[in-house]
């Protein structure tokens, strides 16, 4: 289970360590890497990156999982 306490509407939530963490909606993982928001939803079926879950049962993204892929270009 993830460790989420509550989201707040910026997208930042708190970690059980204390540490404030933004979420990231598919389509804002998308611009970032120039794809259509499907396909991130794809890498994160397949384990390419990793995603949580929000109550509702829609994926969300770390912000701290998407930065290292960018430098590594390990999303393709």
Known sequence: MSPLKAVAL???FITETGAAERLLT??????????DPKTVNR???TGRIPSVRTPSGQRRYRETDVAPLLTTGDQR
């Open 26 to 35: 598919p389509g804002e993982v998308a611009r970032i890497f120039g794809v």
């Open 10 to 12: 910026d997208g930042t």
């Open 43 to 45: 890498w994160a079926l």
